[in-house]
């Protein structure tokens, strides 16, 4: 997994890039706040680590985006069960 990112600080824009393998996906649900539920991707890498969280929706949107070309990625598995997709 690559991660690109842009943080802001007081000089101005910084670009920041970190790669690593991921460890765990995690669903996260709360029976008390059902809107409150998040999709966890678990990383870690050698100079790194991290959570990156997507809401159900965001996982949707990702989805509806790539399932026209997902013939083109090879090893990839779709898991599905109760509802939630795992990617």
Same mark, same amino acid.
């Given at each position: 997994?690559?991660? =690109?990112? =842009?943080? *802001?600080?007081? #000089? /101005?824009?910084?670009?920041?890039?970190?790669? /690593?393998?991921?460890?765990? $996906?995690?669903?996260?649900?709360?029976?008390?706040?059902?809107? *409150? *539920?998040? $999709?966890?991707?678990?990383?870690? /890498?050698?100079?790194?680590? /991290? @959570?990156?969280?997507?809401?159900? *929706?965001? $996982?949707?949107? @990702?989805? #509806?985006? @790539? =399932?026209?070309? $997902?013939?083109?990625?090879?090893?990839?598995?779709?898991?599905?069960?109760?509802?939630? =997709?795992?990617?």
């Amino acid at each position: 997994m690559k991660l =690109k990112l =842009k943080k *802001e600080n007081p #000089d /101005g824009v910084v670009r920041v890039e970190s790669s /690593g393998d991921v460890k765990e $996906i995690l669903i996260n649900e709360d029976m008390l706040h059902p809107n *409150e *539920e998040s $999709i966890s991707v678990c990383y870690r /890498g050698k100079n790194s680590s /991290g @959570i990156v969280d997507f809401t159900p *929706e965001e $996982i949707e949107e @990702i989805y #509806d985006a @790539i =399932k026209s070309r $997902i013939h083109l990625i090879k090893g990839f598995k779709r898991l599905s069960g109760s509802g939630a =997709k795992l990617f």
